[in-house]
């Protein structure tokens, strides 16, 4: 081209070869470019292969570009095309198959805060009914170790649908969401890079693209949750879904890919109008507890409704404290609302009792049930920030190692062996040492010598824990070569050793 403008004479001998190479150059490129799009019909698991083939040949694609757009975007268009429908089909597929792992036990529109313990056959036809006649309400209530899905499972593996079929595993609701959400995380954040990459758009294009790529499976996803979260009946389970919401929206800001606020925005939008619904309806069910029919007349012990009511407010109190946010306005009027229902309650227990002395019993116990769980629920919280400084490593190798126990992943589990000789060692070196520094900064830390010395036996006993946990992993056949398990302290020892810690009154 530059001997062209300089009207040279050997450019026109040459000029309709090079151009009839140039379009067989582009019809080669242009048949290799859609029999590599074509890949991409194969099942999703194999789509960063021939990803990677185009990455490694985008001067391909730059030829094109520069010499015919048309074809271009012809090839854009194809890959569009055929790669949203792979989207499309897998997160249908996925979700689809996920969501029948839901457990059966999942909370129901009788599990309400003010519901009766237990449930009593009514008529002749519910005496024979296969259904139980009573349900451990306990889960609903309480928090347990389902937290973890704000911090260590946050990016765990994703369930994959026909393993836990074969495996008989069942799954709240929370984890179910958290694997779905994740994986859109993950594959939003791939294919973002891959499309900014390969076809060279930045900004607004690139959102564009990826829009045209990944809208329908958004789509979908959107109403396919939808369907589920208007059924969900647990509080704490949407609350959990809700923080999730965030912290993925946070993972792709870090990531530094196209955000898909506007998707995070309405599956947060359509959980925090169900949390509410469904907290309304406990706050309705307290209201309308009659304690002029109770099943169980009143004592002067804690009723059961205030521990179902401690234990849940605790849950969205640790859930907001793990997501490192300030409480949510939403949140913090919900609970407003539902301490007023739950002192109008006590008010109504304490005017069921005959004399003073009884009433004043009963609102003491009913109070200090309320504070002991709440001042339990910040002492765990403090244990477990005390003891990571000096066992850290031990208490993660637990955490991650027990749910691969479970599923005897021994693959999985070989991969930690070279960790345990250092975990070993360096407990056997420092753990007198760190004790009695857990000792020395509990005690200055707490005025109250009691509470402290209470606060300080729940830090060792939840050591202890984390240490028989630790050798209960190492018991795993995978860990069998593992010579320094002979290094082990012995427990007895350890448990020895923190009585001298325990204090004489």
Same mark, same amino acid.
């Given at each position: 081209?530059?001997?062209?403008?300089?009207?040279?004479?050997?450019?026109?001998?040459?000029?309709?070869?090079?151009?009839?190479?140039?379009?067989?150059?582009?019809?080669?490129?242009?048949?290799?470019?859609?029999?590599?799009?074509?890949?991409?019909?194969?099942?999703?698991?194999?789509?960063?292969?021939?990803?990677?083939?185009?990455?490694?040949?985008?001067?391909?694609?730059?030829?094109?570009?520069?010499?015919?757009?048309?074809?271009?975007?012809?090839?854009?268009?194809?890959?569009?095309?055929?790669?949203?429908?792979?989207?499309?089909?897998?997160?249908?597929?996925?979700?689809?198959?996920?969501?029948?792992?839901?457990?059966?036990?999942?909370?129901?529109?009788?599990?309400?805060?003010?519901?009766?313990?237990?449930?009593?056959?009514?008529?002749?036809?519910?005496?024979?009914?296969?259904?139980?006649?009573?349900?451990?309400?306990?889960?609903?209530?309480?928090?347990?170790?389902?937290?973890?899905?704000?911090?260590?499972?946050?990016?765990?593996?994703?369930?994959?649908?026909?393993?836990?079929?074969?495996?008989?595993?069942?799954?709240?609701?929370?984890?179910?969401?958290?694997?779905?959400?994740?994986?859109?995380?993950?594959?939003?954040?791939?294919?973002?890079?891959?499309?900014?990459?390969?076809?060279?758009?930045?900004?607004?294009?690139?959102?564009?693209?990826?829009?045209?790529?990944?809208?329908?499976?958004?789509?979908?996803?959107?109403?396919?949750?939808?369907?589920?979260?208007?059924?969900?009946?647990?509080?704490?389970?949407?609350?959990?879904?809700?923080?999730?919401?965030?912290?993925?929206?946070?993972?792709?800001?870090?990531?530094?890919?196209?955000?898909?606020?506007?998707?995070?925005?309405?599956?947060?939008?359509?959980?925090?109008?169900?949390?509410?619904?469904?907290?309304?309806?406990?706050?309705?069910?307290?209201?309308?507890?009659?304690?002029?029919?109770?099943?169980?007349?009143?004592?002067?012990?804690?009723?059961?409704?205030?521990?179902?009511?401690?234990?849940?407010?605790?849950?969205?109190?640790?859930?907001?404290?793990?997501?490192?946010?300030?409480?949510?306005?939403?949140?913090?009027?919900?609970? +407003? &609302?539902?301490? @007023?229902?739950? /002192?109008?309650? =006590?008010?109504?227990?304490? $005017?069921? *009792?005959?004399?003073?002395?009884?009433?004043?019993?009963?609102?003491?116990?009913?109070?200090?049930?309320?504070?002991?769980?709440?001042?339990? +629920? &910040?002492?765990? @919280?403090?244990? /477990?920030?005390? =003891?990571?400084?000096?066992? $850290?490593? *031990?208490?993660?190798?637990?955490?991650?190692?027990?749910?691969?126990?479970?599923?005897?992943?021994?693959?999985?589990?070989?991969?930690?062996?070279? &960790?345990?000789?250092?975990?070993?060692?360096?407990?056997?070196?420092?753990?007198?040492?760190?004790?009695?520094?857990?000792?020395?900064?509990?005690?200055?830390?707490?005025?109250?010598?009691?509470?402290?010395?209470?606060?300080?036996?729940?830090?060792?006993?939840?050591?202890?824990?984390?240490?028989?946990?630790?050798?209960?992993?190492?018991?795993?056949?995978?860990?069998?070569?593992?010579?320094?398990?002979?290094?082990?302290?012995?427990?007895?020892?350890?448990?020895?050793?923190?009585?001298?810690?325990?204090?004489?009154?």
């Amino acid at each position: 081209k530059a001997q062209e403008f300089q009207d040279a004479k050997a450019v026109g001998d040459v000029h309709d070869v090079i151009e009839n190479l140039k379009y067989k150059a582009m019809e080669k490129i242009r048949e290799w470019l859609i029999v590599k799009i074509s890949l991409f019909k194969k099942p999703l698991t194999n789509y960063q292969i021939p990803q990677n083939a185009l990455l490694k040949n985008r001067f391909f694609y730059e030829f094109l570009l520069a010499n015919d757009r048309q074809v271009a975007r012809e090839i854009k268009d194809e890959y569009v095309d055929t790669v949203s429908k792979m989207f499309f089909s897998y997160f249908k597929t996925y979700v689809s198959r996920l969501f029948k792992l839901q457990m059966s036990d999942s909370a129901g529109k009788d599990d309400l805060l003010g519901a009766e313990d237990s449930v009593k056959p009514t008529s002749f036809s519910s005496v024979f009914s296969s259904k139980p006649s009573t349900r451990s309400r306990a889960t609903v209530f309480s928090l347990g170790k389902r937290q973890n899905l704000l911090s260590v499972d946050l990016m765990a593996p994703l369930i994959v649908p026909h393993a836990a079929q074969q495996a008989n595993e069942r799954f709240q609701f929370e984890c179910l969401f958290r694997s779905i959400q994740y994986a859109l995380v993950d594959h939003c954040s791939h294919e973002f890079l891959f499309l900014s990459d390969f076809f060279m758009v930045n900004g607004q294009a690139a959102v564009d693209l990826f829009s045209q790529v990944m809208g329908r499976s958004i789509s979908h996803l959107l109403k396919a949750i939808e369907e589920k979260v208007t059924v969900n009946y647990d509080a704490i389970s949407l609350f959990l879904c809700i923080c999730l919401c965030t912290k993925y929206c946070e993972l792709m800001s870090e990531r530094s890919v196209v955000s898909i606020d506007g998707f995070w925005e309405n599956i947060a939008k359509m959980l925090w109008l169900r949390f509410e619904a469904v907290m309304n309806m406990h706050n309705e069910s307290v209201r309308n507890l009659d304690v002029r029919k109770l099943q169980t007349p009143v004592d002067t012990r804690p009723y059961y409704v205030i521990r179902r009511y401690a234990e849940f407010t605790c849950a969205f109190l640790v859930c907001t404290e793990i997501s490192g946010k300030k409480m949510d306005t939403r949140l913090q009027s919900m609970l +407003t &609302k539902q301490q @007023a229902e739950i /002192e109008g309650l =006590l008010n109504r227990l304490t $005017s069921q *009792l005959k004399t003073k002395k009884e009433r004043l019993v009963f609102q003491i116990n009913n109070y200090d049930i309320i504070l002991n769980i709440l001042d339990q +629920t &910040k002492i765990n @919280a403090f244990v /477990e920030e005390i =003891l990571a400084p000096h066992f $850290s490593s *031990l208490i993660q190798f637990v955490n991650e190692c027990e749910p691969l126990v479970e599923q005897n992943h021994s693959q999985l589990l070989a991969r930690y062996t070279g &960790k345990v000789t250092q975990i070993v060692r360096s407990f056997s070196a420092d753990w007198k040492r760190s004790i009695e520094a857990i000792n020395h900064e509990i005690l200055q830390s707490f005025t109250n010598f009691k509470n402290g010395t209470n606060i300080l036996q729940t830090a060792f006993t939840q050591l202890v824990q984390y240490y028989h946990r630790f050798n209960k992993v190492l018991s795993h056949e995978a860990f069998n070569e593992c010579s320094v398990k002979n290094e082990l302290v012995n427990i007895h020892h350890i448990m020895m050793e923190l009585k001298k810690y325990k204090p004489v009154y």
